[in-house]
C-alpha cells in the first residue's frame, strides 16, 4: 500500500464517484483537498465543490465550467448502457468532429 505525501504529491483537480457498492466519502475527499468531486448515481450527476473545508452543491464544474456535464455524463452513461460503450464512444466522436457538440 503506497500513502500520499500531500507535500510532494498535490491532490487532484477532479474526484469521480460512480455507483458502486462501497463509495469514498465525502469527508475523505476533503481530507485530501480535492477541489472537485463528481457523484454519479442512480443516472444523476452532482458536482460537490470545496470551500474551505466542506463540500457544497455545484451547478457548474470548475474544471469544465463552459460544459453542461450534469447534463451530458448521465446522457452518455444511459447510451453506453442502451448501445455499449464503443458504440457510444463512435457516436461521440463523430458529433465532436462534426462539430454538433460545441466546447
Given at each position: ?7 510532494t ?46 463540500y ?8 469544465f465550467?463552459?460544459l ?36
Amino acid at each position: 500500500l503506497m500513502r500520499m505525501d500531500m507535500d510532494t504529491d498535490p491532490p487532484p483537480d477532479l474526484a469521480i464517484e460512480a455507483d458502486v457498492t462501497s463509495k469514498t466519502t465525502l469527508d475523505a475527499y476533503a481530507t485530501l483537498k480535492v477541489p472537485e468531486v463528481w457523484i454519479y448515481d442512480n443516472g444523476r450527476l452532482t458536482i460537490h465543490l470545496l470551500q474551505d473545508s466542506d463540500y457544497q452543491p455545484g451547478t457548474t464544474s470548475q474544471v469544465f465550467p463552459n460544459l453542461p456535464i450534469t447534463t451530458w455524463v448521465p446522457e452518455w452513461v444511459q447510451a453506453a448502457l442502451d448501445h455499449g460503450t464503443s458504440t457510444m464512444l463512435r457516436t461521440l466522436r463523430k458529433q465532436l468532429q462534426a462539430g454538433e457538440i460545441d466546447l
